[in-house]
């Protein structure tokens, strides 16, 4: 399927690796020239490398923490005229309900709530002008059920999603869409750290934490990037412009729910 947002221009945030990466990776297939963002600078460079020699787009890198204030308006200045945003950053690291102090919570908000909201502040205005724009905010499936080691994260990205509820279907009505896409457990670095702490805690090797958690989903696999990048492409596509304020989760059936 031709996408038709071939030419446009995307910033990807957090995309060396991982989900952004394999957002960054279908966009550019689609024809997307791209911003692309991580904090460190040689991972971020081989992955625009290896994009560029794989779709012969347009590629501007940014290495720089995106939680920042300093950070994102380094990426803000680099970017330019922008047509799409994936926000996207790590996530809040596990725990027990009782460990998490004030200084522990306005990390995970800054990180996975006010950065998001930041960057759409910053962009949807001129998007908006312009009478076209695409958001797609990685969150976690964890909005949709709570996941009891990562209150944090079930927190700050809740607070996104009540925002882009509303900011939505304010913008839409400019042509611009914001959705949020919900991921389950997905083969990155970001699981193998999760399945490490699991590992850890329960004396069990990395593969039985991971069969273990593989028979929890119906799909008894995990998600991979590219299959995540491909619906953020969708979301981001000339047929989506009538999905707007959705979350989307890509769980392999993992939360058990009716809708
Ligand atoms: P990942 O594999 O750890 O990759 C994270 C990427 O973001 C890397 O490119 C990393 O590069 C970059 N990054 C991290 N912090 C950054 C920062 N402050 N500024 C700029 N770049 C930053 O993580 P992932 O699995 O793709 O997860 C992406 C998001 O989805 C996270 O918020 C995660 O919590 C959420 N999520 C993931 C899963 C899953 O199963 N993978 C499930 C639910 C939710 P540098 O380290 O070089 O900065």
């Not at 012969?56 to 803000?76: K, Q, W």
């Not at 009782?98 to 960057?119: Q, V």
């Not at 009505?173 to 699991?198: C, E, K, Q, Y």
Request: glycine letters at 10%; one cysteine or more; a negative charge.
């Amino acid at each position: 399927m031709d996408l038709g947002i071939k030419g446009r221009r995307a910033l990807v945030a957090a995309s060396s690796k991982g989900l952004g990466l394999g957002c960054a990776e279908a966009l550019a297939e689609a024809g997307v020239d791209l911003v692309m963002n991580g904090r460190t600078e040689a991972s971020l460079i081989d992955a625009a490398d290896s994009i560029r020699s794989r779709f012969n787009v347009e590629i501007t890198t940014v290495a720089a923490d995106i939680t920042t204030e300093a950070g994102r308006a380094e990426v803000l200045a680099a970017a330019g005229q922008i047509d799409i945003l994936v926000s996207n950053a790590g996530g809040p690291p596990p725990g027990l309900w009782s460990d998490w102090d004030r200084e522990d919570f306005i990390a995970a908000l800054d990180a996975n709530m006010l950065t998001p909201i930041a960057l759409m502040k910053a962009l949807l205005p001129d998007m908006m002008d312009r009478g076209w724009g695409r958001v797609v905010n990685i969150t976690s499936q964890s909005v949709k059920a709570p996941i009891p080691a990562l209150g944090l994260s079930n927190a700050a990205r809740t607070g996104l999603t009540g925002y882009v509820a509303g900011t939505a279907r304010q913008v839409a009505p400019s042509g611009v869409t914001i959705n949020n896409l919900m991921p389950g457990i997905h083969a990155t670095d970001r699981a193998t750290s999760l399945d490490t702490g699991v590992s850890e805690a329960q004396g069990i090797s990395m593969d039985e934490a991971r069969a273990q958690r593989e028979a929890t989903i119906p799909a008894r696999r995990y998600g991979t990037r590219q299959e995540f990048g491909a619906a953020c492409a969708f979301l981001c596509s000339q047929h989506a412009g009538f999905i707007v304020g959705q979350n989307i989760l890509l769980d392999g059936g993992a939360t058990n729910a009716t809708i």
